[in-house]
């Protein structure tokens, strides 16, 4: 059996597989006619909850069209995970107990490679009025135009000054095609960033306007282009939160699903190393907060279980996700977890020390500066995140994925509590002993030896050159090699959001980062001592 449009048809309920119970290929033929979804970027997260949700909403007659899909930055993804199996998707929820759902998510009804030949059919769906949003997870780095020293990409230099011509970076492709929308009707529309990341809507705001602004300049668009892009009556660029793993595809479950009779279920791996299967594996928890703003209509989202409310709201919750309750313990478990070699976030959430850091970084040091969202209570998120989310042994995501590019992701997820400390007069921002210990624990980690003095690889990050070119001499098993190479870094508060040094939390991280230094275990030891101490 095939996952395609035909074999689908034939699966009965014996087999234990969700499968669509509306017309997929009419629901597409209204889609192609009538769009109202187009989304960028075409990976794990999109295919397994906003598919899912737009499935739901087709299903209670709430919708009559489907999504289709884009994919600007690894194309590849296309031929090997849509095009293949007639766009279909099953998503697999792992269930902490073991259990597996199987369901055939049908409502991603089209999928195109965002190359410079299919822009005219990206454009005449840009084009329709019956466009409500463009969508995106494109990462937090689809919507930067500039390098980590503040200077453009050579990329956006070249769409900057050859406009209209072939744009390349995935900004510059969005605002040729809301040139276009322009140009034809000047509908509403709403721009939607579904990445992990502070003020997403912002940044997809900030690039289209610097790149219109630039094409502006060199006589390409008009002045009314502008102003039609900073009218949010016109162009709207909604905040959200999104809380979803969606792990790379795991062997465990192709082989549940080859068991079934499925056909052809083997991940691949793309050359621009994407891991994509006719699968997504998912855990249960999943959370969507919305900033309520589409000037051109809009799915209702509600009933399928989104949060739709104000930016206030959507920016508490982020905050509380991206800054206490998810976001710093994962970044705990991946640094630790990749010096203590553990295979997956489960085996390091499982390991008692690491569980005790988690613990002591969230409820006792990050929860007391977190505002609650009112619609979800911080601390009964971390009970879920720890107790059921991260001791899930069925989610196989890896530390290695979770420690890449965390120079980029630090200062929110460790810098903002520091930060609350600072401002709140009750607070000792010098009382911190975790955070710090985990600020330690990811210089050590970038010496790229594990806890017993073999060298292991460290994921890639941005600015990995320019921070391993900071550790040169200090040597594992040597604590004396030490002498004072931190500093500089700790006082750049681009990467931690505040300077360490005038905060007062340099040389504590310093002390932490040299008894990790002393040798085989050396890091086990150090948690052990100060987690006992507690």
Known sequence: MKLNLKDIKNIDGSLGVIV?????????????KTPKWLHFGAGNIFRAYMGKVQQVLIEKNLENTGIIVAESFD????????????????????????????EIIGSIVESI????????????????????????TITEKGYNLKDPSGNYFGVILEDFKNGFTSPKHVMALITKLLYSRFKTNGTPISLVSMDNCSGNGDKIKAAVLEIATAWNTNGYVEDEFLA?????????????????????????????LEK???????????????????FVNAEIPEYFIVEDKFPNGRPNLEAAGVFLTDRETVEKTEKMKVTTCLNPLHTTLAIFGCILNKKSIY???????????????????????????????????????????????????????????????????????????????????????????????????????????LERSISNDPMLEMLKEQLVGIEFGKPESYKGQLKTVLTNDRIFGVNLEEVGLSELI?????????????????????????
């Open 510 to 534: 310093e002390n932490y980062f040299v008894e990790m230094l002393s040798g085989e275990d050396a890091v086990r030891n150090t948690l052990h001592k100060y987690l006992e101490a507690k």
């Open 113 to 136: 490679k965002a190359t410079d030949e299919n822009f005219k059919t990206l454009e005449e769906i840009v084009k329709k009025d019956s466009l409500q949003m463009i969508s995106f």
């Open 347 to 453: 085996d390091a959430a499982s390991d008692e020390d690491l569980n005790r850091l988690i613990k002591e970084v969230g409820y006792n040091e990050a929860l007391k500066v977190v505002e609650s969202p009112k619609i979800i209570d911080p601390k009964a998120f971390i009970d879920e995140v720890i107790d059921e989310r991260f001791l899930n042994p069925y989610i196989p995501d890896q530390p290695e994925r979770i420690a890449t590019d965390t120079s980029q992701k630090i200062a929110i997820r460790f810098g903002e509590t520091i930060k609350s400390y600072m401002a709140d007069e009750n607070l000792d921002v010098k009382s911190l002993k975790y955070i710090p210990l985990v600020l330690a624990g990811w210089f050590r980690y970038l010496l790229g030896v594990d806890d017993k003095g």
């Open 20 to 32: 669509p119970k509306y017309d997929i290929e009419a629901v597409k033929e209204e889609t192609l």
């Open 260 to 278: 079934l009779g499925f056909e052809d279920m083997a991940p691949v791996i793309t050359n621009r190393n994407s891991f994509v299967a006719p």
């Open 75 to 102: 194309t590849e993804i296309i031929d090997k995970a849509y095009t293949p199996f007639d766009n279909l998707t099953i998503l697999t929820t792992l269930n902490k107990n073991g259990d597996f759902q199987n």
């Open 228 to 256: 039609y892009l900073k009218d949010e009556s016109k162009v709207s660029y909604p905040v959200t939160m999104i809380d979803k793993i969606t792990p790379r595809p795991a062997e465990e479950v192709q082989i549940s």
